[in-house]
Every structure is written in C-alpha cells, then in structure tokens.
C-alpha cells in the first residue's frame, strides 16, 4: 500500500507562484508514474501533469510554459511549481500514483486528500 500527502497549497495572487509538494510512503516501487490533477466546484477533475520513472513529462494545454513538474526518488516525492498563476486555476490539487509492471499499468493507483489552491486579488 502507498499513502500519498500533498502539502504546499494556500492563497496567492494572480501572477504569483506556489509550489506543492507530495511525500510518498509504503510499499514504493522503482518503476512507477506520478501525476497532479485538479478539480474545481462544479467542475470535473482534470489531468494537470504527469511524470515517469524515466523522467519524462507531459502537461495539459492550460498550463504548458507555467508549471514544471519533477521528482525526486530518493526522498520519495513529486513536485509541481506553479508560476503566472490565474483565477482558473482555484482548485484542490491531488497528487496521483500508479505502479507499473513490466512496462504496463495494471489499474494500481493512489490519490492523495488534496490541497486547496486558491488565486484570487
């Protein structure tokens, strides 16, 4: 079992930065894909960044050019900085994890309990 906590999130204005973090524990493999994905009220959780073990990347349009996302295996964590922040991007942001098997997800994933990113002025 992997337990997932995200940490980082809070209220800034349009045009500032935050940057979260989540901190991974358990049973953590060594190949394996994190990803970032948020949900505002009334919205649908959406796909926000991802990353592999190799350290390859992907990012939704929204955000292309302002967030970076990045890991570090050896303190278990995965990163997101969020720079140019606009109002859109309130939300609670949850952190994801899932486990992969000889180069194939098998449906194993983890959520974490989200943290709140509010932009307002």
């Known amino acids: 079992q992997v337990q997932l906590v995200e940490s980082g999130g809070g209220l800034v204005q349009p045009g500032g930065s935050l940057r979260l973090s989540c901190a991974a524990s358990g049973s953590i493999g060594t190949i394996l894909n994190m990803g970032w994905y948020r949900q505002a009220p009334g919205k649908e959780r959406e796909l926000v960044a991802t990353?592999?073990?190799?350290?390859?990347?992907n990012y939704t349009d929204s955000v292309k050019g302002r967030f970076t996302i990045s890991r570090d295996s050896a303190k278990n964590t995965v990163n997101l900085q969020m720079n140019s922040l606009k109002p859109e991007d309130t939300a609670v942001y949850y952190c994801n994890y899932k486990s992969i098997v000889f180069g194939v997800w098998r449906g194993t994933e983890y959520w974490g309990k989200g943290t709140l990113v509010t932009v307002s002025s």
């Open positions: 990353i592999t073990s190799g350290g390859s990347t």
